[in-house]
C-alpha cells in the first residue's frame, strides 16, 4: 500500500503514526503548512488520518477528488463534516469500545478528587499545613445520586463502576432504554435537579452544543457536582464559571473544555475545581488500542475488506 497516499491533518499518537509511515505515503499536515505543495498533491490523496480534535471541514474535503476515506483515531469525530463525506461517498471510521474503560475510570477519579478536594488535601501535606491544623471535612459520594447525561456504552460504563458505590443512578439520552434498571430522565435539566453528581458524556457536535447551561446549573444546585469527560461544547463555560464563582454549585471535575488548550484564567483560578488537559483516554494501553483500530479500518478498506468501525452515519 506504500503506493497509496494519505494526508495526515494532526500531530498524531506515535502508535498510529508509525504504523501509517510503514505502510502508506504520509503528507503530514502540508495543507496547513506548504499550501502550494498541497494543491499539487491533493488530486492523489485518497485517505486522511485525523485525531479526535482534528477540523475535517467540507472545504478541504472538496479539494481532494480522489478521497476515500477519513480514519479517525477517537471516538468523538465532531470536528469532521460527515455529511460532506457522505455527499462524496468518502466513509469515515472512528475509534470506539477501546477507550471506554479509560474514559470511564477518569469519570470517577474526577467526582472523587472534587467531592474530596484531592488535589487541594495532597497541596496540604505538600506545603506543611497539616502540621497546624487538620483539613476541612468535605463531601462524601458513596451512595449520592448520579446523572448521566448520555448512556452509551462510556455511559454505561461509568454507571457499573457507581454501582460499586453504592450511588443511586439516573439518566438523560434522547429516547429512554427500557433494557437498563436506571431512571429515566427526559432533560438534562430535570435530571440535574435529582442528582449529586452531573457526569457529561454525550457527544459533541451542533445538537448537544451548550446543553449543559445556566439552566441547568441551577437545577444542579450549590450542593452539587459538574464532571465533564464529554466534550468542551457541551458545556456553556462562561454559564459555568460563573456558576462555581457564585457557589450556584458545589464544584466541577473538567476533562475537556471549549477552546483546547487555552483554559479561561478564571477558570484556573477557582478552588472547586479539579482540571486535567483531556487525557482520559491516555494511558499507554487505550492508545495502543486506538491507534491499532484507526490503522486497521484504514488497511481494511484499501483491502476491499469490511471496516471495523464506520460511525454510524456511514454503516
Same mark, same amino acid.
Request: net charge neutral.
Given at each position: 500500500?506504500?503506493?497509496? #497516499?494519505?494526508?495526515?491533518?494532526?500531530?498524531l499518537?506515535?502508535?498510529?503514526?508509525?504504523?501509517l $509511515?510503514? !505502510?502508506?505515503?504520509?503528507?503530514d499536515?502540508?495543507h496547513?503548512?506548504?499550501p502550494a505543495?498541497?494543491?499539487?498533491?491533493?488530486?492523489?490523496?485518497?485517505?486522511?488520518?485525523?485525531?479526535g480534535?482534528s477540523?475535517?471541514?467540507?472545504?478541504?474535503i472538496? $479539494?481532494l477528488?480522489?478521497l #476515500?476515506?477519513i480514519?479517525?483515531?477517537?471516538?468523538?469525530?465532531?470536528?469532521?463534516?460527515?455529511?460532506?463525506?457522505?455527499?462524496?461517498n468518502?466513509v469515515v471510521?472512528?475509534?470506539?469500545d477501546v477507550?471506554?474503560?479509560d474514559?470511564?475510570?477518569?469519570?470517577?477519579?474526577?467526582?472523587?478528587s472534587?467531592a474530596?478536594?484531592?488535589p /487541594?488535601?495532597e497541596?496540604?501535606?505538600?506545603?506543611?499545613?497539616?502540621? @497546624?491544623?487538620?483539613?476541612p471535612? /468535605?463531601r @462524601?459520594?458513596?451512595?449520592?445520586?448520579?446523572?448521566?447525561?448520555?448512556?452509551g456504552r462510556?455511559?454505561?460504563?461509568i454507571?457499573?463502576?457507581?454501582?460499586?458505590?453504592g450511588?443511586?443512578?439516573?439518566y438523560?439520552?434522547?429516547?429512554?432504554r427500557p433494557?437498563?434498571?436506571?431512571?429515566?430522565?427526559?432533560?438534562?435539566?430535570?435530571?440535574?435537579?435529582?442528582s449529586?453528581?452531573?457526569?457529561?458524556?454525550?457527544?459533541g457536535g451542533?445538537?448537544?452544543r451548550?446543553?449543559?447551561?445556566a #439552566?441547568?446549573?441551577?437545577?444542579?444546585?450549590?450542593?452539587g457536582?459538574?464532571?465533564?469527560?464529554?466534550r468542551? !461544547?457541551?458545556?456553556? $463555560?462562561?454559564?459555568?464559571i460563573?456558576?462555581l464563582?457564585k457557589?450556584?454549585?458545589a464544584?466541577?471535575?473538567?476533562?475537556?473544555?471549549?477552546?483546547e488548550?487555552?483554559?479561561?484564567?478564571?477558570?484556573?483560578k477557582? !478552588?472547586n475545581v479539579?482540571?486535567?488537559?483531556?487525557?482520559? !483516554?491516555?494511558?499507554?494501553?487505550?492508545r495502543?488500542?486506538?491507534g491499532?483500530l484507526?490503522y486497521?479500518n484504514l488497511?481494511?478498506h484499501?483491502?476491499g475488506?469490511?471496516l471495523?468501525?464506520?460511525?454510524?452515519e456511514?454503516?
Amino acid at each position: 500500500m506504500s503506493a497509496i #497516499e494519505v494526508l495526515s491533518v494532526a500531530k498524531l499518537s506515535p502508535f498510529y503514526q508509525e504504523p501509517l $509511515q510503514a !505502510s502508506f505515503t504520509i503528507h503530514d499536515r502540508v495543507h496547513a503548512t506548504d499550501p502550494a505543495a498541497f494543491a499539487a498533491l491533493a488530486p492523489r490523496i485518497r485517505a486522511i488520518a485525523a485525531d479526535g480534535n482534528s477540523r475535517v471541514s467540507a472545504e478541504l474535503i472538496a $479539494q481532494l477528488p480522489a478521497l #476515500e476515506i477519513i480514519s479517525v483515531m477517537g471516538v468523538g469525530y465532531d470536528g469532521v463534516d460527515v455529511a460532506a463525506a457522505k455527499s462524496r461517498n468518502v466513509v469515515v471510521t472512528h475509534t470506539p469500545d477501546v477507550l471506554n474503560d479509560d474514559v470511564a475510570d477518569l469519570a470517577i477519579a474526577l467526582m472523587l478528587s472534587v467531592a474530596r478536594a484531592l488535589p /487541594q488535601a495532597e497541596q496540604f501535606v505538600r506545603t506543611g499545613q497539616w502540621e @497546624k491544623g487538620g483539613f476541612p471535612l /468535605q463531601r @462524601k459520594m458513596s451512595g449520592a445520586r448520579l446523572g448521566i447525561v448520555g448512556l452509551g456504552r462510556i455511559g454505561q460504563a461509568i454507571a457499573t463502576r457507581a454501582e460499586a458505590f453504592g450511588m443511586s443512578i439516573a439518566y438523560n439520552t434522547r429516547q429512554p432504554r427500557p433494557n437498563l434498571p436506571y431512571r429515566y430522565f427526559p432533560s438534562a435539566k430535570a435530571l440535574a435537579a435529582e442528582s449529586d453528581f452531573l457526569v457529561a458524556i454525550t457527544p459533541g457536535g451542533a445538537g448537544t452544543r451548550n446543553l449543559i447551561n445556566a #439552566e441547568v446549573l441551577k437545577a444542579l444546585g450549590p450542593r452539587g457536582y459538574l464532571i465533564n469527560v464529554a466534550r468542551g !461544547s457541551v458545556v456553556d $463555560q462562561d454559564a459555568l464559571i460563573e456558576a462555581l464563582e457564585k457557589g450556584a454549585i458545589a464544584g466541577a471535575g473538567l476533562d475537556v473544555f471549549a477552546d483546547e488548550p487555552h483554559v479561561p484564567e478564571r477558570l484556573r483560578k477557582l !478552588s472547586n475545581v479539579v482540571l486535567t488537559p483531556h487525557i482520559a !483516554s491516555a494511558t499507554q494501553e487505550t492508545r495502543r488500542a486506538m491507534g491499532e483500530l484507526a490503522y486497521a479500518n484504514l488497511q481494511a478498506h484499501f483491502s476491499g475488506k469490511t471496516l471495523l468501525s464506520p460511525v454510524p452515519e456511514c454503516r
